[in-house]
């Protein structure tokens, strides 16, 4: 089956980079999500690399090999939160989530 | 403005049943897929099921398999899920969100639902 794998937490200090993956891509574009506490996630990343209008051009993301990374420059305390990564499946049609990724801003 | 509302959960004895409903408005309703996305208390995303725009093509997590169906109306604007034969495990908050292929995006702000005897 399709796992996507992300580390569980990531921490950084406000005004620097935070990086986060997403392993084991083998099909499909990646897509990132934020969820903050009690929230509904909301996207801000899409098809690798496409933002969102009204999501800050702080939020970037590659994917290169097996690997989708979303990268948050410039982090600041309200970036603190939960990021899950997405594909869809085609050989399978199924989605498929990462297992998240606590991103705590020290 | 975009908008999913989902409502119907609620608490179930373990091999119950239970429909879900998520009323769209915003958007061109028939011009997506749909998805079901849920979430146990404390733990992370999980797909459940997604649909085509005109309902002719569904799937399904192996987790869910055989006891959800997924279905829509286009005339009113609303995505559903009959759940069925529903266990402790099917505990989480059940959200909709418009697409299915591709990103889901947005999405509603969730339907609590507790299996428990």
């Known amino acids: 089956s399709y796992v996507l794998t992300q580390p569980p937490s990531v921490s950084v200090a406000p005004g620097k980079t935070a990086r986060i993956t997403c392993g084991g891509i083998?099909?499909?574009?990646a897509h990132w999500y934020q969820q903050q506490p009690g929230q509904a996630p909301v996207v801000v990343i899409y098809d690798d690399s496409d933002r969102p209008s009204g999501i800050p051009e702080r939020f970037s993301g590659s994917n290169s090999g097996n690997t989708a990374t979303l990268t948050i420059s410039r982090v600041e305390a309200g970036d603190e939160a939960d990021y899950y990564c997405?594909?869809?499946?085609?050989?399978?049609?199924?989605?498929?989530f990462g297992g998240g990724t606590k991103l705590t801003v020290l | 403005e975009v908008q999913l509302l989902e409502s119907g959960g609620g608490v179930v004895r373990p091999g119950g049943s239970l429909r879900l409903s998520c009323a769209a408005s915003g958007f061109t309703f028939d011009d997506y897929g749909m998805s079901w996305v849920r979430q146990p208390p404390g733990k992370g995303l999980e797909w459940v099921s997604s649909?085509?725009?005109?309902?002719?093509?569904?799937d399904y997590a192996d987790s869910v398999k055989g006891r959800f169906t997924i279905s829509r109306d286009n005339a009113k604007k609303s995505l559903y899920v009959q759940m069925r034969s529903l266990r402790a495990e099917d505990t989480a908050i059940y959200y909709c969100a418009r697409g299915r292929i591709g990103r889901f995006d947005p999405w509603g702000q969730g339907t609590l639902v507790t299996v428990s005897a």
């Open positions: 997405q594909v869809w499946d085609g050989f399978s049609d199924h989605g498929v």
């Open positions: 083998h099909t499909g574009s």
């Open positions: 649909i085509n725009w005109n309902g002719d093509s569904t």
